[in-house]
């Protein structure tokens, strides 16, 4: 278990150190389709903000790992 987990995160890691702008990429896409889901009204989705506030986090998280690799 742990030796597929260490596997995983390597290759997460080595992933995301070519591709640095692809979750804060992802989390700005999250936050303009939640913009565009307010004038559709699909229920709790739209009252909630999910996608707002995954794609805040997603983008920060993003940040953050861009600047450590």
């Known amino acids: 278990m742990k030796l597929w987990l260490n596997k995983f995160i390597d290759k997460l890691s080595e992933f995301f150190a070519h591709r640095k702008g692809l979750l804060p990429l992802i989390g700005v896409g999250l936050i303009i389709l939640n913009l565009f889901f307010q004038f559709i009204h699909l229920g709790w ?25």
């Open 45 to 69: 989705i739209t009252e909630t903000n999910l996608l707002l506030h995954i794609g805040v986090i997603l983008a920060l998280i993003g940040f953050m790992l861009s600047w450590a690799l």
